[in-house]
Nanobody, 119 residues
Framework: HVQLVESGGGSVRAGGSLTLYCAAS?????MGWFRQAPGKEREGVAN???????TYADSVKGRFTISKDNAENTLHLQMNSLKPEDTAMYYC?????????????????WGQGTQVTVS
């Protein structure tokens, strides 16, 4: 059984920063951060392959940075220059098949989420 536990969410003023953490019992080929705001569909924020290559949603490029610590099995999301539209529940997830890295519904394991509120 794979467990993912997010932390680091909170409330911050626009322009501020937060770092999200995801502790995992294990990661697979691709790890990703997703978010879902009330009344909106879940969207991909960023993902990182086990080899280290990263992909970002256009809305967060230049502001967010995804990284991982293989030794600690942790995934991070550094979020800078936060905007009110970044307000959402943020989830980390991992998928077995690297080909499915960009497809949220293909992810096999999900955390419970951590709330980010930007005012």
């Amino acid at each position: 059984h794979v467990q993912l536990v997010e932390s680091g969410g909170g409330s911050v003023r626009a322009g501020g920063s937060l770092t999200l953490y995801c502790a995992a019992s294990r990661f697979f080929a691709c790890m990703g951060w997703f978010r879902q705001a009330p009344g909106k569909e879940r969207e991909g924020v960023a993902n990182i392959l086990s080899a280290g290559s990263t992909t970002y949603a256009d809305s967060v490029k230049g502001r967010f940075t995804i990284s991982k610590d293989n030794a600690e099995n942790t995934l991070h999301l550094q979020m800078n220059s936060l905007k009110p539209e970044d307000t959402a529940m943020y989830y980390c997830a991992t998928v077995v098949a690297w080909q499915a890295c960009a497809i949220a519904r293909q992810y096999n394991y999900w955390g419970q989420g951590t709330q980010v509120t930007v005012s």
